[in-house]
């Protein structure tokens, strides 16, 4: 049965009383916000373990609330919209999202999508025996997968939970080129209805946390193809 605690934003009080209900069936703690503003204050508050975002709200819309909650936290965010144009997803990833979903939707497939984040962040808590660590090192950079961790020259870098599963995929893979529909297979799982781009928008961010740090390795793109974690001698 679930634990975790859910931050449902969206204006329209229907949508969030039947999330509320097919969240809370599972055993997730619901907290619910209608408006941007409502919305940065609870997080704070309740800090929870993941955040449902509609994009049209009041006060702040869910753009910008993402924007404020991605200065101090990188908590799982899904936005959830009518706009469904590639612009809008994209747009929500560069500022931090995780996942997009369109209305309207499947409350299944929300409790699907929340499972499978849920899932892929629950191995940052938790005693890990040495052998069961996920890890990789190179030159001014470590990737550490159980703690959900990146260092870069020595410091800690803060990166949302996609961008470390992304870059430890590739790190974990030297030399090898991935298609970007492999990637999404791979790294996002069956269960995402995302498209190409979102694997740019990863890549794109994860770049800017690495700009200039060695040449002994980079993320190259491979053109027509996809990306690669090249290394060197």
Request: with cysteine; net charge negative.
């Amino acid at each position: 049965m679930a634990t975790e605690k859910i931050l449902v934003v969206d204006d329209d009080t229907n949508i969030c009383e039947l999330l509320r209900l097919y969240l809370e069936k599972e055993g997730y703690t619901v907290i619910i916000a209608n408006t941007g503003m409502q919305a940065v204050r609870s997080f704070a508050e309740h800090q929870p373990d993941l955040m449902l975002l509609d994009i049209m709200l009041p006060e702040l819309d869910g753009w910008q609330v993402c924007r404020e909650i991605r200065k101090y936290s990188n908590k799982p965010i899904i936005m959830l919209s009518a706009k469904g144009e590639t612009f809008d997803k994209v747009l929500g990833l560069e500022l931090g999202a995780d996942d997009y979903i369109t209305k309207p939707f499947e409350a299944k497939e929300v409790l699907a999508r929340i499972k499978a984040v849920l899932r892929r962040t629950s191995g940052a808590s938790g005693a890990e025996t040495g052998a069961n660590i996920k890890q990789v090192i190179y030159d001014k950079l470590m990737i550490n997968l159980t703690n959900y961790e990146l260092q870069v020259d020595g410091k800690r870098v803060e990166a949302p939970p996609k961008e470390m599963e992304l870059l430890y995929h590739l790190a974990s893979n030297p030399n090898r080129v991935f298609t970007r529909d492999q990637l999404l297979d791979e790294v996002w799982g069956f269960d995402y209805y995302g498209d190409s781009r979102t694997v740019d928008v990863h890549v794109k961010r994860i770049r800017e946390k690495l700009e200039g740090v060695s040449d002994k390795w980079e993320l190259k793109t491979v053109w027509s193809v996809g990306y690669k974690f090249e290394t060197r001698d």
